[in-house]
């Protein structure tokens, strides 16, 4: 207890004396030349760097945050829960009171690249720039110059629903020093063209880590569980593993299931749903073939993985029999009595990483809500499955997830009812 | 190879038969291997699956019914069968936005665009099949009597019009965009009057419903719903079509003159 509280104590004063050093260091701007600023001001008006960053704003999904519901896209509004209170998303367009009217290139570039508010404020990590600081310039000033180019629109920002002390900005500068560098993202030569393309989106652009990364108690990512998958805060879903090697959550896909589920939001192996059915409908669908083969090309480079728990730990539940006999009734008659769904339809659910990610939360979550995957122009008219919310209880959800969780080829835990219980319950937003 | 196809491509002089004959074994030879394949496909362990609006819509069918028939005395399940398609659609672009809320209809609907919404809405319209009578809510006779009266005349002390002066004189609903009221559980209309007051639901304009509902008491909400839910199905229940509406509005509406706006 004693030791503890010591290491706690000098930790922070670390971390305090570390916080220090970066605000001295950093906090002064080296403001551009004029005539860097007015270069960059006449090329927010170049109509084909606008329609650039308006594919780029789409492969960053920046809408996704700064659009609330059934509010104007791109005007802000939405608010964005963390386990350290709610953040609203600011409005992104050129309305010179409430949005980014009167911000200049350099202003967005400092938020985009260092994470910091046209005052010089540091900005809440929610924000990504821990991803977004890989973008490069030129790409930063393609999505400005469209962002530029929204009619502008008034809406005054929602108040900050953080709670002390995590309201207080300069608390942010302990939280930088220790996670967060300004960086660029370097090209690998030893790599073709294309996984260096994959991985800038990857990294950077499309911030797939905020989501598909671990997080430690400062919601920070851990670093070295890149795509490695994890729980998604205040989300109560699982962003899988993207390895697609051995023990990897995409284990066997292949480049045409990768482009799939990205352009299709369906593929052979599996179809998006909860938070990754918003992403492929709003940004992925409308990346272009050569960017969506070289995430492919660099999602398929990713290492292969330990998997989770020794098949040696591996129970199988109890309950399994009752589990099969609920199979039988409610799901046999689309996803197959093997597991194997059918082709361009239902999705599979032998060897399906969302049934067998390591919480159970996915498979629970989507038997309590069913739902279509996204619409997309190669999908128009997607296959549903049926919420199962009022047709079975926590028993029986348990029980069948736990039977599709340890079926085939599956080998992940079960799940208990009062899993169940806690997700039925839980926001979708 | 199509034999149908074979065929029409050959000539139909006689002295040709022979080649047709021959090209025909050669497709059935070629086709074989196919057929196989599909004989394989087929005994797996489900049936095809029809592509049909029907099956696509299973997240919506498990509680509203196979043909939007709606579940029986339920909150959660109501019928969509026979509602104005202009109607169904607005509710699920309502839900898309968070006008309507309802966590698990905002779910399944997220994902949707305006063309496959407007596809479901129309099959759901389309579906003709019998309405079925709800279980009596268990009311006194006076409640009753009340939600008659302002069903059917309304309450001009309290500002209340009648039901059928917007929703049909049989109350059966009017294109495009007013529902019906007949076939549906005490315990859904309770709960929509009931959200109507909590701003749970919202239409853009006119927010006429929301303050009708806002003007009702607890008790009357109760009481108008068990009458409705108590009423017998008309021969026809088909929307009334649309109405000329001009402005000025009708003396009952709420939206014209005191009180307007919400």
Redesign the interface.
Known sequence: MKRSLRILLTLGLLVCVAGLGLYVSHDARTPPSPAQRDADAAALHDPARIARGQYLATLGDCAACHTAQGGVRYAGGRSLGTPFGDVPAPNLTPDSDTGLGRWTFEDFWQALHNGRGRQGQLLYPVFSYTSFTKVTRADALAIFAYLKSLPPTKREPSPLGLKFPYNVRSSLLAWRTLYFKPGVFERDTNQSAAWNRGAYLVQGLGHCNECHAPRNALGAMDKHGQLTGGQIPQMHWYAPDLSTRAGGGLEGWNTQDIVDLLKRGQSAKGAAFGPMAEVVHNSTQYMNDADLSAVATYLQALPPRNAHGSPAAHVVASNHASGESIYARQCTQCHGSDGEGVADIYPPLNGNTSVNEPTGINAIRSVLLGGFPPVTTGNPQPYSMPPFARQLTDDEIAAVVSYTRQSWSNRAAAVNPDQVSNLRHAPTD | MNPSFVLRACPRRAAHTLGVILALTLAFVACAPLARAAKVAAS???PE?PDT?Q?????????HGEHGEGELDSR?GPRLAGKPAGYLLLQMRYF????RKN??M???L????L??MS?LADYFANQQVAYRQPSPAKRPAALLARGERLALRGDTTIGVPACNSCHGSKLTGVEPLIPGLIGLSSSYLESELNAWRNQKRAAKEPFCMGVVANRMRSEDVMAVSAWLSSQAAAADMRPESAREQTIPLPGWCVMSGVGGKP
């Open positions: 797996s362990s489900h699956i609006l099956q696509r819509a299973k997240a919506c069918t498990s509680c959660d898309q936005s968070g006008q966590v698990a905002e779910y399944v997220r994902q949707l665009d063309d496959y596809r």
